[in-house]
């Protein structure tokens, strides 16, 4: 992946306060290197373009621990995300359209209002500690919901980079936020606590 392409996908975050008392981890090198090249998404998600725009992202790697980090990754999401929307609404209000685009588009356009309303719900279902739900909505994000644009675009041959690129990068930070929220969820304490009665 050139790094021209990493540039256009960069995204800037907005700033979040959190008054966490346990600092857990930062987003280390290492941790951005595990989380990209992590075999249950290395072979959905493109691990190099992954790693290098995590590491551009100062919210991400400044997190200070796995909700800060969890926020600030489903908000870069609903991010770029936003920004392909808009960039997709905005073809569509061209008067000449190709109707084989066109139709591309308002697949693409239902797609990311789709995978939008799972992201943003997941952010607000992680701020409340939600954490099981939220891990089920980023992964409709990250699958059926974007799956329909990834899947036309590809069938139709479409060789729009705008689109090509939002294609990748939001099912790439829904991933991940999937994977950063199921390990809050599997270590928070409700959960412990079922397993403890269970075993008793």
């Known amino acids: 992946m050139s790094f021209p392409i990493v540039q256009v996908a960069l995204i800037f975050l907005t700033s979040f306060s959190f008054s966490i008392p346990n600092v857990v981890i930062a987003a280390t090198p290492k941790w951005l290197n595990e989380t990209c090249y992590k075999n249950n998404i290395k072979s959905i998600i493109d691990p190099d373009l992954c790693f ?89 994000a990250s699958t059926d919901n974007i799956d329909r644009c990834i899947n036309v675009v590809a069938s139709k041959k479409i060789k729009d980079a705008t689109i090509l690129i939002g294609n990748k990068i939001l099912p790439m930070f829904g991933f991940i936020g999937y994977n950063v929220v199921e390990d809050l969820y599997i270590r928070s304490p409700q959960t412990i606590n079922i397993g403890h009665d269970r075993i008793n």
């Open 52 to 140: 290098k725009i995590l590491e551009s992202q100062k919210k991400i790697v400044l997190s200070r621990n796995e909700i800060e980090l969890s926020v600030t990754v489903i908000e870069s999401g609903i991010s770029n995300g936003t920004n392909t929307q808009t960039y997709i609404e905005s073809v569509l209000k061209k008067r000449i359209l190709d109707p084989k685009l066109k139709g591309v588009f308002q697949e693409c356009k239902s797609s990311y209002d789709s995978a939008l309303v799972s992201l943003r719900s997941a952010l607000l279902e992680v701020k409340v500690r939600e954490y099981q739900t939220a891990t089920y909505d980023l992964l409709i």
